[in-house]
């Protein structure tokens, strides 16, 4: 597919927080929108149209929020779609509105994507509004603890992934979770949610928003600051449930990966991508996704955990930002992943920046590990090139 | 032929399952609704110094950021268009036969939706001037006015 290339030129986030009980739904929204706007040197009459996305409307229990948006989008008699699938929607929000631009439909878009969690309860609105329901660490517990069986993991890889991100998020002043004084102590101490979960290897519940300003190689070239160049997506999905399904590593997974790598032009993703930001709402997944993802071989992934190559200083790091185990507004989690990774290329991650990070990966996934958005971006066009 | 078999009497326990939501309303909306709870009001001054009433928070034209130059209008208006609503549910904000309509407040550049309560269709026209019939205890909710009246009726 021959396409023109797409530069990231704005990213904007909110200080994400248990509640912003100071702004309204679309004020939360507009202050993230405002930021990336402010960042590409841009005014919202500069906006030719607005991709937005977010998890299901029964967490705030506003439906069709896209509607009721416009105005705090500048919307008005504008194009306005609304993307979802769970919670790997922000960063398939980010990937449709950067297929806007690579296929010369617009030249410069909006995309937004938000939760303000405070508003509703995310696990009653996963239950479809009916009380009972497990939670998606529910969900996910029984394949965590199959991956710690079949890999041979040690059980101090999650609290390890939990000390990390946290001491990662402290670094970086949007984060929720600030804790100090973390330690796997503390994390192996804390009230166990859904075995083998600890409370504090979980995500916090987070009211937030990311946006981005994308645009084309003529809008990058007049942009203030340097621009992350989107060098490839992927998505893929599959049923949450079916015989002979891998949920631990899933198909769908497997084959976003590759089809990425492949348009990236990547032949060794550990050694070509320099940092990673990658959808880890429970500890666990930090490894689950090395090794579901094809970074890591078989039963190798929490080896990579274990030894610091996921740390900010290691040879793969994982998260720097503090990932989703730091901040959680479910809609604007996934693209969050995609910004930090955007932000890492561009050198503007400030004090979690990862050093001479060239090529990066923004992941996400939702709903029972079924919904898969990644992409790959780069400082220059031919950054994985220039990484061997 | 088996024995016979008493059927206890059926049990029945009831449990109401329901799930507040809440709102953060920021700084327009907080005050449109504040400002009916003490029986007044609010719009906002629009960048084309138009007065918005719902009061919202962008121009909604441009998207541009408003000033919090907000504007007491009202309370009585002129109904602009409306729909007879003829068997009420119990959602509905009266329990007989009334009119949706959309009121332009004296003072305001716009209209709000809201309830107009008369005694049949054919005592609701467009053009028609109305006044709020307040709640006596008011808490900040658009339902505060409990419907709009014709003014000569008040």
């Not at chain 1, 248990?18 to 004020?27: F, M, N, Q, Y």
């Not at chain 1, 590759?258 to 990547?266: E, F, K, N, R």
């Not at chain 2, 029945?12 to 700084?27: A, C, D, K, M, N």
């Not at chain 2, 329990?95 to 107009?116: E, M, R, S, Y």
Request: aromatic fraction near 8%; proline fraction near 7%; glycine fraction near 10%.
């Amino acid at each position: 597919m021959s396409h023109q290339p797409c530069a990231i030129i704005g990213i904007g986030q909110t200080k994400h927080k248990k509640r912003r009980d100071d702004v309204s739904l679309p004020g939360l929204v507009r202050e993230a929108a405002q930021r990336a706007l402010d960042d590409a040197g841009m005014n919202w009459s500069d906006i030719d149209a607005v991709v937005l996305g977010k998890a299901p409307d029964p967490f705030e229990g506003v439906m069709m929020p896209e509607l009721s948006m416009a105005d705090a989008l500048g919307a008005a008699g504008k194009p306005l779609m609304r993307v979802h699938t769970a919670g790997s929607v922000g960063g398939t929000t980010a990937i449709v509105a950067a297929h806007l631009i690579e296929n010369g439909i617009h030249e410069r878009v909006l995309t937004v994507a938000y939760e303000k969690q405070a508003e509703g309860n995310a696990q009653w609105g996963l239950a479809g509004g009916r009380s009972g329901g497990m939670g998606a660490g529910g969900i996910f517990a029984p394949w965590m603890r199959s991956y710690i069986q079949h890999s041979g993991a040690p059980e101090d890889i999650g609290w390890k992934v939990a000390v990390k991100d946290r001491k990662n998020a402290l670094k970086n002043p949007y984060a929720h979770l600030q804790l100090k004084d973390i330690s796997i102590e503390k994390v192996k101490e804390s009230p166990m949610l859904w075995e083998p979960i600890h409370f504090l290897e979980s995500c916090p519940s987070s009211d937030g928003a990311c946006a981005m300003v994308l645009t084309n190689e003529d809008g990058a070239k007049r942009a203030p600051k340097p621009p992350a160049w989107v060098l490839a997506t992927a998505m893929r999905s599959e049923l949450g449930q079916f015989p002979g399904r891998d949920p631990v590593r899933p198909q769908a997974g497997v084959e976003c990966a590759h089809i990425l790598y492949d348009s990236a032009g990547i032949t060794d993703p550990r050694a070509q991508i320099d940092v990673a930001e990658i959808y880890v709402p429970f500890s666990w997944y930090e490894p689950m996704w090395l090794e579901g993802h094809d970074i890591a071989g078989p039963g190798e992934g929490w080896q990579m955990t274990e030894s610091g190559a996921t740390e900010i200083t290691g040879d793969f790091p994982v998260n720097p930002s503090g990932g989703v185990l730091s901040s959680n507004p479910i809609g604007a989690s996934g693209m969050l992943r995609f910004a930090e990774a955007a932000l890492q290329v561009r050198g503007a991650a400030g004090e979690h920046q990862v050093d001479d990070a060239t090529v990066a990966l923004g992941h996400a996934y939702g709903g029972a590990a079924q919904y898969f958005s990644m992409w790959i971006v780069g400082a220059s066009l031919d950054a994985v090139a220039q990484n061997k | 032929m088996c024995s016979t078999f008493v059927v206890p009497s059926v049990r029945h326990s009831s449990h109401v399952i329901e799930f507040p939501y809440t709102r953060s309303l920021g700084p327009v909306y907080g005050e449109f609704l504040t400002g009916l709870r003490d029986q007044r009001i609010i719009g906002i001054r629009n960048r084309d110094g138009s007065v918005l009433c719902p009061p919202t928070e962008w121009d909604p034209k441009t998207g541009e950021a408003l000033a919090l130059d907000f504007v007491e209008v009202g309370p009585e208006g002129t109904v602009t268009t409306w729909a007879w609503v003829t068997k009420p549910t119990r959602k509905h904000p009266l329990d007989h036969p009334f009119a949706f309509a959309l009121i332009q407040l004296d003072g305001a550049d716009t209209a709000i939706l809201h309830a107009v309560d008369v005694a049949s269709m054919d005592k609701i026209t467009t053009g028609m001037r109305v006044t709020p019939r307040w709640r006596k205890e008011r808490i900040g909710l658009i339902t505060d006015i409990e419907a709009f009246v014709p003014l000569e009726s008040k």
